[in-house]
């Protein structure tokens, strides 16, 4: 009795270490990856913003809207679902875990290509009709292959995550990043906004690639489709999650894309689309920190879940909450100092969007608090909150987005921005007190 009295906290200890180590490692890949990717993006934004100037600049980001509201579509649940069901399950039934990812890509690859399509076919309309920009049509049918490499990407690098492989994805996403930036950069100089749009689909194409080849690594090669009825009731589940978490994002891209499509509207309004577009690759650059972190983090939550460790559960989240905010406010504050030099490097007509980015750069840290507290709910299974919350996000960017665009113009959509996620950080953190005060087992 003594022993066992005496060995308990040791025993605890070295869980604790274990936690904070497999959090440390696979943070560290993840955040090597995150750098080389989003510095490579952030340098081939930049090449692209002064050789396309702002008009041209915000046309290729309004088809990266309007594709992304496609890909969403598509199935954009289905990537966050494989990382939680292969997460949990990679430990205890690997074969499951293996089911889930051969089950997620072939959903993929057929909801892909049926949107892609389906861009395809409303590409004219939608130009004419919504964009007010009949000459993007065909920069909108290219953009149809994003949709398909994007959906398909989006499920394999989710499975990655899942089965915890942040050193490959680092060298995938460095892969990827190269690609990104050679193929744009070459594209706008050969074919302005359309060679763009080619390059970014040639870069997608190109990581689907490089992630079917690393992905092959971690799947059994034994049959895996014996249990029927286990295959039927897994289908069910991840539809329902996938489903749930599609929903949520399709509200959300909606919301945006209402955004864009309101600044858009206003006189000269891709120019203002080219300055919040240049304003948000650097708020993706804050962001890129705790992003780095977000897929270890939801990978090893959904895994203490599966495994009922409630102890290491409550640590790995409490050293997240204190690492993803001490990341993000020193440099948005920097940021915000500096912020017309910052926009500068875009170009010297991009420098009048300094305010939109102090607005931003402030908005980081309820994004991070928003994304973070987030994977409480789906790390425990509990997506229909999280589709509430998403739903709550859309609604009230949609309405800022409708009264500040026509007076603010860019700096109104930033408005908008930070109190719509200003305002579900302050639900989720009201909900997540509530979930780790009674419920205290990951269960």
Request: charged share 10%; net charge positive.
């Amino acid at each position: 009795m003594t022993t066992a009295t005496k060995s308990g906290p040791a025993i605890a200890a070295m869980r604790g270490d274990s936690t904070a180590m497999r959090f440390a490692v696979g943070a560290f890949w993840a955040l090597v990856g995150a750098v080389v990717s989003r510095g490579l993006t952030l340098v081939s934004s930049v090449v692209a913003g002064r050789l396309l100037g702002t008009t041209g600049f915000g046309e290729i980001g309004m088809i990266q809207s309007t594709q992304g509201l496609f890909g969403i579509v598509a199935g954009a649940g289905l990537g966050l679902a494989a990382t939680k069901f292969v997460a949990e399950s990679r430990s205890v039934d690997p074969a499951k875990a293996a089911r889930c990812v051969t089950l997620a890509g072939r959903i993929a690859l057929v909801s892909g290509t049926l949107m892609a399509a389906v861009l395809l076919a409303l590409s004219g309309m939608i130009a004419a009709s919504v964009l007010n920009a009949p000459q993007l049509t065909r920069e909108l049918q290219v953009a149809a292959g994003l949709v398909l490499f994007g959906t398909i990407n989006g499920v394999q690098t989710g499975a990655l995550v899942g089965f915890g492989a942040f050193r490959t994805l680092a060298v995938l996403n460095g892969i990827r990043g190269a690609c990104l930036c050679v193929a744009l950069t070459a594209g706008i100089e050969v074919g302005g906004v359309l060679g763009g749009v080619i390059g970014l689909v040639l870069a997608e194409a190109s990581a689907v690639l490089a992630n079917h080849v690393a992905l092959r690594r971690f799947l059994p090669g034994t049959a895996l489709w014996r249990d029927r009825a286990a295959t039927r009731s897994e289908l069910l589940t991840l539809c329902r999650f996938g489903g749930l978490s599609l929903l949520g994002s399709i509200c959300t891209m909606s919301a945006m894309w209402f955004a864009n499509v309101m600044l858009v509207a206003q006189p000269d309004g891709y120019a203002s689309l080219g300055v919040f577009s240049a304003a948000e690759r650097w708020r993706q650059l804050l962001l890129f920190l705790p992003a780095s972190f977000s897929p270890v983090i939801l990978t090893m939550l959904s895994n203490l879940h599966g495994t009922n460790d409630p102890g290491a559960y409550r640590r790995l989240f409490g050293l997240n909450l204190a690492v993803s905010i001490a990341v993000v406010v020193i440099p948005s504050i920097g940021v915000m100092l500096c912020a017309p030099s910052a926009m500068a490097l875009f170009g010297d007509e991009y420098r009048q969007g300094g305010t939109t980015l102090v607005i931003l750069s402030a908005s980081s840290i309820a994004v991070v608090l928003n994304n973070l507290l987030g994977q409480i709910l789906v790390s425990r299974g509990a997506i229909a909150g999280r589709f509430a919350l998403d739903v709550l996000l859309a609604g009230i960017l949609a309405l800022a987005s409708w009264q500040l665009i026509p007076v603010y113009r860019e700096e109104g959509m930033a408005l908008g921005s930070l109190i719509a996620f200003a305002a579900t950080s302050a639900v989720l953190i009201a909900t997540t007190a509530y979930l780790m005060r009674k419920h205290g087992s990951p269960r």
